[in-house]
């Protein structure tokens, strides 16, 4: 089992940036490659970015490339989600989550979440 616990959500303004943590307790946090989705009102779950066990390996969805940077503390047990050049598009609740196996973006392919962390972008 692992425990995620994301902090660092908030309200911003359009053009801002935020960063989120995901604090993750447990099993061995390296053991698992790691991923950031998110979820607006009304729509599905989408997948925001992933990074591999070590941190070496990171990629994302179109619509936050070049915007959003996760990297990964495994000394600290903590990954983070930089996000820079916020749009109103942006805004859901972000969730932290250990993934099944990195190459997916399927949220069914999540074996753990976090509980969520509001991010609001105002225009």
């Known amino acids: 089992q692992v425990q995620l616990v994301e902090s660092g959500g908030g309200l911003v303004q359009a053009g801002g940036s935020l960063r989120l943590s995901c604090a993750a307790s447990?099993?061995?946090?390296?053991?698992?490659?790691m991923g950031w989705f998110r979820q607006a009102p009304g729509k599905e779950r989408e997948f925001v970015g992933a990074?591999?066990?070590?941190?070496?390996?990171?990629y994302y969805a179109d619509s936050v490339k070049g915007r959003f940077t996760i990297s990964r503390d495994n000394a600290k047990n903590t990954m983070y989600l930089q996000m820079n050049s916020l749009k109103s598009e942006d805004t859901a609740v972000y969730y932290c989550?250990?993934?099944?196996?990195?190459?997916?973006?399927?949220?069914?392919?999540?074996?753990?979440w976090g509980q969520g962390t509001q991010v609001t972008v105002s225009s």
């Open positions: 989550a250990a993934l099944g196996v990195y190459s997916s973006r399927r949220a069914e392919d999540v074996r753990y």
């Open positions: 447990g099993r061995t946090f390296s053991n698992y490659a």
């Open positions: 990074n591999n066990r070590s941190g070496g390996s990171t």
